[in-house]
Nanobody
Framework: QVQLVESGGGLLQAGGSLRLSCAAS????????MGWYRQAPGKQRELVAT???????NYADSVKGRFTISRDNAINTVYLQSNSLKLEDTAVYYC???????????????WGQGTQVTVSA
């Protein structure tokens, strides 16, 4: 069994900063891509940022220059440093990881339960 547990969400004012963390645990042999997605009320889930095992990153245009994704492979954890937050960054943020389990022959995608980020004026 594999679990992704997010932490770090909260309520903050526009212009503030926040750091989200997501730790993967369970019968993990290897983790390929890790990433953050978000879903605002009434909208579809969208990509925020992804990072490969070797550290290559990809960002949504809306967060480039403000958000930074990173990971620590030793502890199976991915981070999202979010700076200069805007009202439109308000959403539930979900962690995603593509994981090869110890007893599996293929990589599968797993999701965390989500953490709320609310930005106020």
């Amino acid at each position: 069994q594999v679990q992704l547990v997010e932490s770090g969400g909260g309520l903050l004012q526009a212009g503030g900063s926040l750091r989200l963390s997501c730790a993967a645990s369970g019968s993990i042999l290897s983790i390929n891509h890790m990433g953050w997605y978000r879903q605002a009320p009434g909208k579809q889930r969208e990509l925020v940022a992804t990072i490969t095992r070797d550290g290559s990153t990809n960002y949504a245009d809306s967060v480039k220059g403000r958000f930074t994704i990173s990971r620590d492979n030793a502890i199976n954890t991915v981070y999202l440093q979010s700076n200069s937050l805007k009202l439109e960054d308000t959403a539930v943020y979900y962690c995603n990881a593509v994981i090869l389990k110890i007893v599996s022959a293929r990589f599968e995608s797993y999701w965390g339960q989500g953490t709320q980020v609310t930005v106020s004026a």
